[in-house]
């Protein structure tokens, strides 16, 4: 548990500096703990460190991990096949990948169909443009969205991107802040839509997210590896 301990303070140190840089709060980036292949055991040694929100790619991998580790809030944060929908709002507090109106239109029906709970999603936007990378493309997001935030049971909490792998995390920043402008724009556009987060940054561009304005990073191998 000492490495996940000190991988923790790490991340966490290098947050705060890349948020006092960017003229914000640490405590407003939420640290999301990717556990990819992690196994349950690695993911309580995490929770003992203080974290207390997981990240997932994948529905099936989820499944054991939800069930064995209690008191935690857990991220769907790779993309969501509609027939997995079902199960990932059993799972999940939070979808990060809605990439389509069918995509949502499914999700509000089986939440709808639930608890009345209203399902929270974010919207993934390619913000790359690489054809192998989900996402909505940037020019569509604003349709998507403006069909999306009338439907029942579903609450849009913000959008989420990847940058592409580039030499030095500095090589992100455009992709971050073009997200960061979409955010802004959608948010003047349709003011009833909050989009209050961004979901961007991960173990090799973070600090560059974090002072783009990302309010969530999801972090795999600087605490796990």
């Known amino acids: 548990m000492a ?69 935690v809030s ?13 199960e990932a709002l059993r799972l999940f507090d939070l979808i990060h990948s809605v990439d389509s109106l069918p995509l949502a239109e499914e999700i509000s029906r089986r939440a709808s169909a639930a608890s009345g709970r209203p399902a929270e999603v974010l919207i993934q936007v390619n913000i790359s443009g690489e054809p192998q990378k989900h996402g ?26 990847i940058a592409p792998i580039v030499p030095r995390a500095e090589d992100a920043r455009p992709f971050f802040r073009r997200l960061r402008d979409l955010r802004d724009r959608l948010r003047d556009a349709l003011p009833e839509a909050q989009l209050e987060h961004l979901s961007m940054g991960m173990t090799d561009d973070f600090e560059v997210a974090v002072e783009e304005g990302s309010t969530m990073v999801r972090i795999g191998r600087a605490l796990f590896t």
């Open 74 to 86: 857990w991220h769907l944060v790779g993309s969501l096949q509609r027939n997995k929908v079902r």
């Open 136 to 161: 909505v493309a940037p020019e569509a997001v604003g349709e998507l969205l403006a069909r999306a935030i009338r439907l029942p049971g579903l609450r849009i909490r913000g959008l989420m991107g």
């Open 3 to 71: 490495d996940i301990a000190t991988n923790v303070a790490r991340v966490r140190a290098r947050i705060a500096e890349a948020a006092a840089r960017g003229g914000r709060r640490p405590e407003d980036v939420l640290l999301v703990a990717v556990t990819k292949t992690v196994g349950v055991d690695r993911i309580r040694d995490a929770v003992a460190c203080g974290l207390r929100v997981f990240g997932e790619n994948r529905v099936q991998e989820a499944r054991e991990k939800v069930r064995e580790v209690d008191g």
